[in-house]
């Protein structure tokens, strides 16, 4: 029973490089999401999913695309880095509606140089 | 704007010594409240859900309860296995989609 499994755990990127974090859940749970956790500023929501084929915006998009073609994996990617998106991604998921908490992954830890 | 406020920021306890977490929020129509455990290096693990105010509920050594304006999180005669980093998350009724969190309380727990 795997849950939410991320890779890569660690990433260095060179500023203007792009990447795709992965993200797959065996529990074929609806919903989707994507996450970065800064110090002292709590998680903050990037995109998330409510099913295969839609996606949507969450409190900080910019930078970031994503598309969900399956119910499992819902890919992260970074068209551009910046030093700014120098963070720790989780991507979480849940089923119905969300009332039952999420499960996260354990995390890409980034860095933009 | 939905917001959540957690205090105290960090807290250092002796084991046995309790006490009590903070989550303060605003949001139009609160639809769930969470408690979220988070290990270091790892993703943060489901606690509780709170849904209307007066709710409690229990885990082991720890107590979670709702009022219309914030929520606290009680642990009784902590043990060092406690120490982590406690999250509270809101979801409104107006877009349960997105989930506000909280930046945490770090809870050291000394032998």
């Known amino acids: 029973n795997a849950g939410v499994t991320q890779t890569p755990k660690f990433q260095v990127l060179k500023t203007g490089q792009s990447m795709t974090l992965q993200c797959a859940q065996d529990m074929n749970h609806e919903y989707m999401s994507w996450y970065r956790q800064d110090p002292g500023m709590g998680l903050r929501l990037i995109h998330y999913?409510?099913?295969?084929?839609?996606?949507d915006q969450g409190e900080v998009p910019n930078g970031y695309n994503v598309s969900r073609s399956t119910t499992e994996d819902f890919p992260l990617r970074l068209l551009s880095a910046a030093p700014s998106q120098t963070s720790v991604y989780f991507c979480?998921?849940?089923?119905?509606?969300?009332?039952?908490?999420?499960?996260f992954g354990s995390g890409t830890r980034l860095t933009v140089v | 704007e939905d917001q959540v406020t957690q205090s105290p920021e960090a807290l250092r306890l002796q084991e046995g010594e309790s006490s009590s977490l903070n989550c303060s929020y605003t949001v139009s129509g609160l639809r769930g409240l969470f408690w979220y455990r988070q290990d270091p290096g790892k993703g943060p693990e489901f606690l509780f859900t709170?849904?209307?105010a007066g709710e409690e509920k229990e885990k082991e050594r720890l107590k979670a309860t709702l009022t219309k304006k914030e929520s606290f999180l009680h642990i009784t005669a902590p043990k060092p296995e406690d120490s982590a980093t406690y999250l509270c998350a809101v979801q409104a009724y107006d877009n349960f989609n997105k989930f506000y969190f909280g930046s945490g309380t770090k809870l050291n727990v000394k032998p």
């Open positions: 999913s409510v099913g295969a084929g839609i996606t």
């Open positions: 709170l849904y209307s």
């Open positions: 979480a998921s849940s089923s119905g509606d969300r009332l039952y908490g999420y499960t």
